[in-house]
């Protein structure tokens, strides 16, 4: 790395002494890059591997990497935690104004400590740190946002990060997310748990700076081919027009959409939560992350009158992509636009996880459905395939319910299905709630061995698309499952967003990483990738993460998929396998 | 030959105009770029871009003490940086916010009208133009 660089600079801050130091780990960021690299690498060091993840000695550790702030679509920032969800490693992504934000305050990491005896914020502004009371921003009601106050009292306007719990975080909901800029989370596995069990309401970063390179003019080159190809290139279509969500009537029509917890691949008027018809109806503005030109955060609008008092409509912005579309639309049997934006918008008031909560929302409807759970234990709340109200409902009462039986739903539903049964129709992985796609062997197996256990670990919707036009084995599928998952660990060191995947090839990454001073060979590349996916690994089972224990649910063998039917014993050999492997890199 | 707001609604906020501008004053960041692009309280409100218009008659330059800020004939002002004292009147005298601050070099950041900026914004919200 370039020595000036104030990449290697990792800021640690103690919430329990009110104390922030400054350590410079050029070993680190020489070794591993940035990002998730340093982060697990960080969390080794900062986090005992039995500790309970609501403890004050749970680190909260922000990574990002040398290409951020230097090249476009290198927009995000790592988080990574112990998971109160999971008991081991907890690891999400998001962008926002993040990334950039923590790079312009002259920062690679960020390492959180502690707890705060009341709420407070932090304020980091380049070299200060300040630590704010938030006491008045503990417990707000609905309609007021803690993120508006913050941004009236905080400098650093158009530059700053903004990250911040809601009530499901306060009330430390496991699968409680963190939100940033309104609209971009860290959302799974439960950082915004983390956050509350600290009394830490906020984290606003800003900064400005120059960066260095090694070469301005090829820099200059570099980055002019890259603005192109996120411009013009066809990859890049998909998320530029529609969104994500232009796969909703693709997935639906290949049986790939999860619907009702995977009762059926039918569902009648799909299409009208497709892209195509959020866009028409909805689409309200597009906006990006910081650095990004493909600004793939589509908005949409949501006219609601005033119940009260007519002729008082008020419009609130909600951001929609695929999976939210998944989770709270075709997995729920809710098939309204408007439905699945109403439910988007209780999700973001309350801060929690998008993905999970449509998850045990669509396990709560079957479990009532077939008598495991009762009225009088979801307080007379009859959930029903497609009625939103009641789902908003339930909603509040997984964050505010007093009752044992929502005071339990705060831990998912893989602790839920434990106690009251319906494990076969649990569609949990490793006790992550599942992503939205079933496709086939990679994507089930792939959420089920991701070191996050989610898709975006090794993308196994992408491999299944590939096994559907020539069948792929179990070796051939172990393999591709692995290699995916560590090729991804030098995209999030760096961090680009996965988005950008097919444009950052291996020779575009080695030369931006050469104009970041990091002069690597493909191999050594590779490498890292793989010594960071058994670092991951070696976490997860150092705190207690079984590996002979994983098996996929019940469920996903009872209906088809995009590749059809899927075997057990098909399955099972491929699980067998990638335990042989992992456990032989360890 | 300033550049113009086309359509601020339009703006995604990416901030790639602000990156091509750094890049304008052979900078690599944030620090030496003088556009600027801010939401309007809320990024669900969208955004506003901040960028000199290269006025005929700069008020920028008339603030400036230390006759640092020469009018160019094709509007706008050129900066002379020995001259300058970082004393940031020129910075109040914009009301349209369009310069930039360097804390490092204590000195403004001036648009050198060279239309980089309008020329990597995908979205065209910015144009280029001859008046
Ligand atoms: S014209 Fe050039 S100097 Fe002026 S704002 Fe645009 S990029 Fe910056
Ligand atoms: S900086 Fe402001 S006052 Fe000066 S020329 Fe540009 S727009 Fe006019
Ligand atoms: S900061 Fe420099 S250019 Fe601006 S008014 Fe003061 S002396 Fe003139
Ligand atoms: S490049 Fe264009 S869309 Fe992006 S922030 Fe600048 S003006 Fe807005």
Redesign the pocket.
């Known amino acids: 790395m370039i020595q000036e660089d104030t990449l290697k600079k990792v800021l640690y801050i103690d919430l329990s002494k009110k104390k922030f130091w400054v350590e410079e780990r050029t070993d680190l960021f020489s070794q591993f890059i940035g990002g998730t690299g340093v982060a697990i690498k960080l969390l080794h060091e900062n986090c005992g591997y039995d500790i309970d993840p609501f403890s004050p000695e749970n680190p909260i550790i922000f990574a990002i990497g040398p290409l951020n702030g230097l090249f476009p679509i290198a927009s995000k920032t790592v988080a990574v935690f112990k998971s109160p969800h999971t008991g081991n490693l907890g690891e999400s992504h998001a962008g926002g104004r993040s990334a950039i934000a923590i790079r312009m305050a002259g920062y690679g990491a960020i390492v959180i400590k502690g707890r705060s005896d009341r709420p407070c914020y932090i304020a980091i502004h380049s070299d200060k740190v300040y630590f704010k009371d938030a006491t008045t921003l503990w417990g707000l009601e609905e309609g007021v946002s803690a993120g508006r106050l913050i941004r009236n009292q905080e400098p650093g306007a158009g530059l700053r990060t903004i990250m911040r719990i809601g009530p499901a975080g306060e009330k430390m909901v496991s699968f409680a997310c963190v939100t940033l800029e309104t609209y971009r989370h860290f959302g799974r596995l439960g950082l915004g748990a983390v956050f509350g069990s600290k009394n830490l309401k906020a984290v606003v970063v800003s900064g400005k700076r120059d960066l260095k390179v090694t070469n301005f003019k090829e820099y200059k080159e570099v980055y002019g081919e890259l603005l192109a190809q996120l411009a013009q290139s066809d990859k890049m279509r998909k998320y530029h027009e529609l969104g994500t969500s232009s796969n909703i009537m693709p997935l639906s029509f290949s049986r790939g959409i999860p619907i009702k917890n995977l009762l059926t691949n039918e569902l009648q008027e799909i299409s009208n939560i497709s892209g195509e018809s959020f866009a028409e109806k909805h689409l309200g503005r597009r906006v990006a992350c910081s650095h990004c030109p493909v600004a793939c955060i589509h908005l949409a609008t949501l006219r609601k009158p005033y119940e009260d008092e007519p002729y008082f409509y008020r419009t609130v912005y909600l951001s929609y992509d695929y999976e939210l579309i998944y989770a709270l639309g075709s997995m729920l049997g809710v098939t309204s636009s408007e439905g699945v934006l109403k439910l988007i918008e209780v999700v973001e008031d309350m801060g929690l996880d998008a993905i999970s909560t449509g998850v045990v929302l669509s396990w709560i409807t079957e479990a009532f459905e077939k008598g495991v759970i009762s009225e009088k234990m979801t307080e007379g709340l009859i959930p029903q395939w497609g009625n939103v109200d009641t789902y908003i409902e339930i909603i509040k009462k997984i964050v505010y319910g007093t009752s044992e039986f929502f005071n339990d739903t705060r831990r998912g539903i893989d602790y839920v299905s434990s106690k009251y049964g319906g494990k076969e129709f649990a569609l949990t992985y490793g006790g992550n709630e599942m992503p939205g796609y079933h496709t086939g062997y990679a994507a089930h197996i792939g959420y089920l061995f991701g070191a996050r256990h989610s898709h975006l670990d090794s993308a196994g919707y992408a491999i299944d698309k590939e096994a559907m036009v020539r069948p792929l084995n179990e070796e051939q599928i172990a393999n591709k499952i692995i290699s995916e998952e560590c090729w991804r660990q030098i995209l999030s060191t760096l961090v680009i967003c996965f988005f950008g995947r097919e444009i950052y090839t291996v020779d575009v990454i080695l030369r931006c990483l050469k104009l970041t001073g990091y002069n690597i060979s493909k191999e050594e590349l590779l490498k890292i990738g793989q010594k960071i996916y058994i670092d991951k690994y070696r976490f997860k089972i150092k705190s207690g993460f079984d590996l002979s224990s994983l098996s996929l649910p019940k469920r996903v063998f009872e209906l088809p998929s995009s590749i059809g039917l899927l075997k057990k014993d098909f399955a099972d050999r491929i699980i067998e396998i990638l335990r042989e492997k992992i456990k032989s890199l360890l | 030959m300033p550049v113009f707001v086309r359509d601020s609604e339009k703006c995604v906020g990416c901030l790639i105009c602000m990156f091509a501008c750094g890049r304008a004053h052979l900078a690599v960041g944030l620090e030496s770029s003088c556009i600027k692009v801010r939401s309007q309280g809320g990024i669900s409100r969208g955004f506003s871009v901040f960028v000199c218009r290269g006025c005929e008659d700069p008020p ?1 330059a008339r ?7 020469i009018v160019r004939k094709s509007g706008g002002v050129l ?2 940086e020995d ?9 109040k ?1 914009c009301i349209l916010d369009a ?1 930039g601050w360097s804390t490092i070099k204590n ?2 950041v ?1 648009c050198i009208q060279c239309g980089e900026c309008a020329k990597s914004c995908h979205y065209r919200v910015l144009e280029y133009r001859r008046i």
């Open positions: 920028c603030s400036c003490p230390e006759d640092a800020l900066l002379k001259r300058c004292t970082g004393c940031s009147y020129c910075v005298a310069i000195k403004p001036i």
